[in-house]
């Protein structure tokens, strides 16, 4: 073996992008005597809404699924009613509708982008459909327009998935900044922004942030925080209703804080992965992900290739072909109606959603996170080559 030959590590399909600064900020949080929500899940909370935009209420939460139950809760959404979400999602987007004794009914998506289909959902739409939750899938954002236009059409609330949605601009504006009811973030480790865990529910509408800030914490009227801060008898707090405990720890906020600081930097380097991804797999038999149209833009959460029905290869033999390389990846999304649990309890076959059905065949996502190096962007786009042409090819 010359030393030119010798293995390299792994590289894995995603990777949180920490610095000394992160380490020092949940440090120094860890040394202040308050690790739990506090100070600094306060002011997260603040830069977080003022990122976005003006007027925003921004209530900071242990997860993004936590986060959309509590939207759904605050909106009202119980048993017999019907909720409209993309089959192209995570189970947590359906499930949050299931807590609440409500019933999912999931939508087929458009075969570019893979987000929501609205004529597919006009379709699905019934006397008893309350609410929409559209996910900006890969962070390519759904049309606001659109969006919008249909929910007043059918008198639904909107709860934004926007997991893999920060940030990015729609119609020239941020996710999360808009008519919506409620947007919802998350902080799991492989998201733009990351707390470990953690979430952001963003909302225009002053009581739906009191509801979700009581139920977040066991329907308590005030934060732990006033608790043993406010100047009134710090023994009393009232019990409002039977809530939830989705509270975001000091600790996690800490490190969410230098994480946004850091948001459009980190924002910027999987944007150039992803151009040098474009350029590098281009001619090849796959489909490149949907790129963003005018005065939208794409947060590069997942880069999710389609094999053509020309590779030399199947969609597993691909992921086997890449690890042998040395080179993680991943499968966005098993779609819901394949699940055992979606397909069986609400009787759903692969033909009810011919696109997501057949997209599922055919994607991978390849690895993206903001630490890669330019050597990591050159392995992959090397590895992929060399699979799909039967060699590394020139670069
Ligand atoms: C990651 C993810 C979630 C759940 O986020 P958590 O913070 O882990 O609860 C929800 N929806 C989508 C589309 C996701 O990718």
Redesign the pocket.
């Known amino acids: 073996m010359t030393p030119t030959e010798v293995a390299e590590e792994f590289l894995p399909f995603a990777r949180p992008d920490i610095t000394e600064d992160e380490v020092e900020a949940v440090t120094t949080a860890l040394r202040s005597g308050w690790i739990t929500t506090g100070p600094s899940a306060a002011a997260f909370e603040r830069e977080f809404a003022d990122f976005l935009g003006p007027d925003l209420h921004a209530v900071a939460v242990n ?4 986060g ?1 139950h509590l939207a759904l809760e605050a909106l009202g959404i119980g048993p017999g009613d019907e909720v409209l979400v993309p089959t192209w ?2 189970t ?2 359906a499930e949050v509708v299931r807590y609440l004794g409500a019933t999912p009914v999931l939508v087929d998506v458009e075969p570019g982008s893979l987000n929501l289909d609205f004529e597919a959902a006009a379709r699905a739409v019934t006397p008893r459909t309350r609410a929409i939750i559209p ?1 900006h899938f890969s962070g390519l954002p759904v049309s606001r327009t659109t969006l919008a236009d249909f929910a007043a059409a059918h008198d639904l609330r909107v709860v934004e ?1 926007a ?2 949605a920060f940030p990015v601009y729609s119609e020239s504006r941020l996710v999360g900044d808009s008519a919506s009811d409620a947007v919802i973030f ?3 480790s492989t ?1 733009t922004i990351t707390t470990g ?3 952001m529910l963003v909302t225009s509408r002053p009581e739906l942030a009191k509801r979700a800030r009581t139920m977040r914490l066991h329907g308590i009227s005030r934060d732990v925080f006033d608790r043993y801060t406010s100047t009134k008898p710090s023994w009393h707090y009232e019990v409002v209703a039977p809530g939830f405990k989705y509270n975001l720890t000091d600790l996690a906020a800490a490190m969410g804080r230098v994480q946004l600081r850091r948001a459009r930097e980190m924002a910027s380097a999987r944007k150039s992965i992803a151009d040098r991804y474009n350029y590098g797999l281009a001619g090849l038999p796959l489909t490149l992900p949907q790129g963003p149209v005018e005065a939208n833009g794409h947060a590069w959460h997942v880069y999710s290739i389609r094999l053509g029905s020309d590779a030399p290869i199947s969609r597993d033999g691909f992921i086997e072909a890449l690890v042998e390389r040395g080179v993680g990846t991943s499968v966005h999304f098993i779609p819901l109606h394949l699940h055992p649990y979606w397909r069986d309890t609400y009787h759903l076959a692969p033909e009810h959603f011919p696109v997501a059905t057949e997209a599922f065949g055919r994607v991978v996502s390849l690895p993206i996170f903001s630490s890669m190096t330019d050597h990591d962007v050159q392995r992959v786009i090397a590895a992929t080559r060399e699979v799909l042409l039967g060699t590394a090819g020139a670069q």
């Open positions: 997860s993004a699924t936590a959309l999602t995570f947590a987007t996910v998935d997991a893999h998350s902080f799991y998201k865990e953690g979430g």
